[in-house]
């Protein structure tokens, strides 16, 4: 946008914006609502419904001299066109004249309802966007109230195409506005759906297999102006007026989208109150006005069947329900009985709150406390990572982005979206990995290297930069030198990494070249430039921030020698079965769980923790943005916050918790510096954001709500405070990934088969498969075909997988997604081989 300003007049209010913006912008700015079917202020304006008409005034110039014409009063005379504009592709110039509510163009918007709703049927009544229908609304605002055409000749078409399981297309319904088209080219890069036929029979359809196959598909329903598309979630589910909001923030993956849970009590539930549906909620700095469709459709687990809503304690070797108190005194007992040789593990999806509380308890009762996570790196980002002014969208031409051994798109579905519009916007993006991403096709370089290289490539990216005798060995080839030049000569350096590919030593080491990277280009420090880790669940920066790290070395070994263990949210066992060989016998075991996992099955005691739908809290983003949750629906059963679960064993064992959220947010602040300051009252704040969307503004920006809980608030780094930086570099381990065998990578997907998806109806056919993916070649060395069953030798163990090829996977190697149940955390060696035939009697 032009730092130009021009001055107009918009139903006779005057207003200075910036040059070249457009009509229906401007008079947003004055509060003026021009009302628009196919605008939206995210996408480029295509001018289709002719909605949004206004007279537009020009000042009248002097054919001969080009000055503008003035009269006797020495003011601008103003030309009207004989016809209406569209305001939204309309740009304003210097002394124009708007008339949005005048005679003329309200006649030409009633005739534009009038029309559209010759082809629309009679649904409101029944139709799910009742309530909050742009065309409902601006039919009252602006309609004539009558109709010149019969209602038997409005096409009837059959109800509900499917456009895949997730998404529902009713065609009458449609006013061929192409937001849902466009938002799938344009915003998503996924064009999966788009129209067919003409006029009237005009459809959306889709083209992709499995149908509408996108992660942000649920947004389409969002922006639809009408009832035209809706989610196998929500549909038929509730009306808008009946429902409830909280705000809240997507537990799933690092990025920390903000959300609205839309609640209600129901018959089909027992008159309980569960959650209808997740709608975005405004954060420009963070996800905009977007979600990926797990955050939007992966919240059934919350309050799900499956749910554990009492305690339980072990009674003869069985787990039974028991009293509070019961379980308390038992689990306090256990573990004040361990003192040094008390270990506790804690899932990277609790809050800050419970993390604090967890990491005092353990260290209380003189025992070690652990994160449960194959990556390393927080401590770096603490100290180099994005800072307070954080936010991807400020990303462009001049600045750089370098995303390492990450397939942001499966990992952190908003990140990729962000970066994608960052490059489309001129930054310059590089991409290291091993097997191609999503990522590469809006990458300006794309450095490839084999899988066990990657730290290798990431040094010689360090050593073109800024050359150094150690990293001499570590070859840089043009794409990488063309990748320096541009880091180093950015004016923003933003760099990204994951765990694609790498043990938990690669993961430190990327995170230190990541960190010298920043420095020796002068970066560190500077607003919008730092690190970011693509950690694997949501909460896992929030965890390093309070003092419970990971150290999958130390935590096994500990783990081997343990008395008693505590575990929060995490299922240790679940991950790595060989695991519970390896613990002590007798060891006393205390899990704080959602739902029963093969961790809690082992335990002595069970608590029944309560989902981020239940309670209030804090999580701290990727990004180190530090948000807060709200509770949407009363608590399951007898469950109680993680928080409350340790202050309650705290004062059983003389271990002084805070035992509400707030108090132990506030304890955190006065015990961890980057944190002082913060408490709820500070995380509720908000500002104004553009555009403006939610609130009344349906018609704008569709259903996302207008964020008036709280836009959090992001950690400066230690950098940015001017503390001085050094930073060793680590040498790629070269011993790692040797041995014999096809090397197994685990790599994320989406949809995984963790905790909070595997019991998900909704998504259930698009759960990673228990699968190995492999070069056609790779897999024909080995004798698999593709689709055929296959087992992993693992440990001593044979999982049974199905074989996929893929020519893209670089040879030698075989992908397995993380949580389908072949136990690898991290690149391992192992043998393939066909499924041995059955033995016929
Ligand atoms: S389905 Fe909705 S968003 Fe898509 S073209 Fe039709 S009215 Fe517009
Ligand atoms: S991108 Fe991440 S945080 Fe955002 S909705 Fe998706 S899973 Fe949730
Ligand atoms: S033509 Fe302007 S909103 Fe559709």
Redesign the pocket.
Known sequence: MSDVLVRVTIDGREISVPKGILIVDAAKKLGIDIPV??YHPKMKPVGMCRMCLVEVGRPQRDRATGQVVRNENGQPVMQFAGKLETACTTPVEDGWEIRVDSPLAREGRQQVVEFLLTSHPLDCPVCDKGGECPLQNQTMSQGAGTSRFHFDDKQHLAKKVPLGELIF?DRE?????????R?QEEIAGDPV?G?FDRGRKLE?VTFSEPGFDSVFSGN?TD????G??TTADFRFGARPWEMNNAPSICPHCPVGCNLTLNTRREAKSNGREVVKRVLPRQNEAVNELWICDKGRFGHHYASGPERLTRPMVRRDGVLVESSWDEALSRASDGLQAAHASLVGIAGGRASNEDLFNFRRLVEGLGGTPFLQSSMSGGEWVQKVGLGSSANLGHLGKGDAILVAASDLHQEAPLWWLRLKHAAERGATLTVLNARPTRLDAYATHVLRCAYGDTEAAMLGLVNAVRARPELAKYPADAGVRASAAAVTSADRLVILFGQDGLDFGGTEAMARAGVSLLTATGHAGKPDCGLVAVWPQGNVQGAWDVGVWPDPDRAREALSMAKSILIMAADPLGDDPALAETLPAGSFLVVQELSMTETAQRADVVFPAQSFVEREGSFTSGERRVQRFYPAIRPLGDTLPDFEILARIGRRSGVVLADTASEALQAMAADLPDYAGISYQTLAQVEPQWPLAGGDDLYLGGTAYKNLQGLGIPLPSAAERGEPIAVNLMEPETARGRGTGVLLVPVTRLYDRGVTLRHSKLLAQRLAEREIILNPEEAHRHSLSAGEPAQVHLDGRAHSVTVRTDAAIPAGVALVPRSVGVPIEEPTRAELCRMPEPVTP
């Not at 449609?174 to 849902?180: G, T």
């Not at 922006?223 to 009408?226: K, Q």
């Open positions: 079917f196919c297309l319904r449609c006013i061929q506005c192409a937001r849902c088209v938002f759906i129209f959306i389409t922006i639809c102006p009408v035209a598309l």
